[in-house]
């Protein structure tokens, strides 16, 4: 907030405050958002493992705010030995699904979203089970915006959707990687 009238800072202040406690106590779980040139990522979650699983998933809405086409290409994950963009699809009555070769294109002002029971990320061999209230760090790439980092909030085995998340608000330390990857 920019004040530029002294006169009315007190005031400014007051509204401020009063602004800010209303919508503390009236928001719900307010998803971070990672910006990644054009791109703005929210509501990045996953779901937790059941006993044994070697595979997770990974779910997020991309939101594209430039004037160009981006495409997001895959992924990678300490926790998982390979991060897949993959679609699933209902054929003939059957569940599906496929890696997509090609990545997933998100158009210029339009919003993607990877959701249970359509685009999602698909997380290979993992070292260890997803539990849930985990932080799970993760690297997007995309073609044009490059790498991103971003945290999956691991939500219950059946959690249809980030909404489900039972503790509000913690603080996820999401960044984008300038250049290249440091780890
Ligand atoms: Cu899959």
């Given at each position: 907030?920019?004040?530029?009238r002294p006169?009315?800072?007190?005031?400014?202040?007051a509204?401020?405050?009063?602004t800010?406690?209303?919508?503390?106590?009236?928001?719900?779980?307010?998803?971070?958002?990672?910006?990644?040139?054009?791109?703005?990522?929210?509501q990045?979650?996953s779901r937790?493992?059941?006993?044994?699983?070697?595979?997770?998933?990974?779910?997020?809405?991309?939101?594209?705010?430039?004037?160009?086409?981006?495409r997001?290409?895959?992924?990678s994950?300490?926790?998982?030995d390979?991060?897949?963009?993959?679609?699933?699809?209902?054929?003939?009555?059957?569940?599906?699904?496929?890696p997509l070769?090609?990545g997933?294109?998100i158009?210029?002002?339009?919003?993607?979203?990877?959701?249970p029971?359509?685009?999602h990320?698909?997380?290979?061999?993992?070292?260890s089970?997803?539990k849930?209230?985990?932080?799970?760090?993760?690297?997007?790439?995309?073609?044009?915006?490059g790498?991103?980092?971003?945290?999956?909030?691991?939500?219950?085995v059946?959690?249809?959707?980030?909404?489900?998340?039972?503790?509000?608000?913690?603080?996820?330390e999401?960044?984008k990687m300038?250049?290249g990857?440091?780890m």
């Amino acid at each position: 907030m920019q004040i530029t009238r002294p006169a009315l800072i007190s005031m400014t202040r007051a509204i401020a405050c009063a602004t800010l406690l209303s919508y503390l106590l009236a928001a719900p779980v307010r998803a971070e958002e990672v910006k990644a040139g054009d791109l703005v990522i929210t509501q990045a979650w996953s779901r937790a493992t059941p006993g044994g699983a070697k595979i997770g998933s990974g779910y997020l809405t991309i939101e594209n705010k430039g004037s160009a086409p981006d495409r997001l290409i895959g992924g990678s994950a300490d926790i998982a030995d390979k991060v897949q963009v993959h679609e699933m699809s209902m054929n003939n009555g059957v569940m599906t699904m496929r890696p997509l070769d090609k990545g997933l294109t998100i158009d210029p002002g339009k919003t993607v979203k990877l959701a249970p029971g359509g685009y999602h990320l698909m997380l290979f061999d993992l070292k260890s089970p997803l539990k849930q209230g985990d932080k799970l760090p993760l690297t997007l790439e995309f073609e044009k915006a490059g790498k991103v980092k971003l945290t999956l909030d691991v939500q219950g085995v059946g959690a249809q959707s980030p909404a489900d998340v039972g503790n509000a608000g913690g603080h996820m330390e999401m960044k984008k990687m300038p250049g290249g990857m440091k780890m």
